[in-house]
Every structure is written in C-alpha cells, then in structure tokens.
C-alpha cells in the first residue's frame, strides 16, 4: 500500500504560474518560428523581376543554397550553445540534438514547405508552373550539352519565351 500525498490548494498555485508561463511560451513559440520564417522567405525566396515567385527558399540547391546553408549552420551552433546537444562527435565537438532538426523543419513548414515535397496550396499555379518550366528547359539543355538524342529541343524556344512571360524575366542557365 502507497501513501497518497495531497497538494493543498495555497501549494497549487506555484504550479499555476509555472503552466501560466509554459502556456504563453508555448503559443509564443509558434510566433517566433512564423517570424523567422518570413524572413528566411523575404532574403532567399528567388522571384522574377515582375515580383512574381519562382522558387522557395527550401527548394534551392548547389550555388543558389549557399547563403541558406550558412544560415542553417548558425541555427546549429545557435542551438547547441543553448544546450540542444546529443553526444560529441569523432572530433569532440557536440552534435546537435533531434530538436533542432525539429524547429528547422517548423521553420521549413511556416514557409510552406510540406513533409512529401509538395509546395503548399498558398503557392499560386504561376510559380509552380515557372519552377516547372525551368526544370524541363534545364533537362533538355543538360541533354543537348551530354549529346543525347532530346526531340524536345524543338520546343526549347517555345518553353523560354512562356518561361519570360511568366517570370517576366529571361531564363539563365546559370541560376
């Protein structure tokens, strides 16, 4: 048999404004990510000279992810250095805790990334079509530059110019 120890009701305060405190930091919390996320969006969100969205900062890669990857990387030391550790790693420095790919991945979701790769319904049909568009003109140029047989490089000028008129910018290979 156990003994049950009851909390008298002058005890219980002290845990009222312990939950008060969790509670507000909680639901600051999803304030604070939705803040960091619109800037991450304002600074590297690629968009057309017309304003127009081309692509997200989550879906960038190589050259053009360089500036997101530094980012990132201070996220990581920002967070270790607040104790979000798990172990060391072979050179003895602390790893990062599973909590911090968690909040990076909320700030990835307040931008409107979606877990299955898909870019959220708040994106408009223009930028999905212009980040298509330049995804098959780069498959083609990359089949043209290997030497492959592309029947589509008959249409290459065609999806430039729809490219343009979209974006309301020219289409570089480079970017």
């Known amino acids: 048999m156990s003994n049950v120890i009851t909390v008298g009701e ?10 008060d405190a969790l509670v507000d930091g909680v639901t600051k919390t999803g304030d604070l990510i939705q803040t960091f996320a619109d800037a991450m969006c304002q600074v590297f969100d690629v968009r057309g000279t017309n304003g127009a969205l081309v692509a997200k900062w989550y879906d960038l890669r190589g050259k053009d992810a360089k500036g997101i990857k530094a980012r990132r990387a201070s996220f990581v030391q920002k967070m270790i250095a607040r104790g979000h550790t798990n172990g060391v790693d072979k050179d003895g420095k602390p790893k990062a805790s599973a909590t911090v790919d968690t909040y990076w991945a909320r700030v990835k979701a307040a931008s ?5 790769g898909k870019v ?3 994106t408009d049909v223009d930028a999905k079509t212009g980040a298509e568009l ?4 780069n498959r083609i140029l990359n089949a043209e530059e290997a030497g492959q047989d592309c029947h589509a490089s008959v249409i290459l000028e065609s999806l430039k110019s729809a490219y343009f008129v ?10």
């Open 112 to 116: 409107g990334y979606v877990a299955n």
């Open 134 to 137: 330049k995804t098959m003109i």
């Open 166 to 175: 979209l974006v309301g910018e020219s289409f570089d290979a480079g970017k």
């Open 10 to 19: 002058f005890d219980s305060s002290i845990l009222d404004i312990a939950e």
């Open 120 to 122: 959220s319904g708040s």
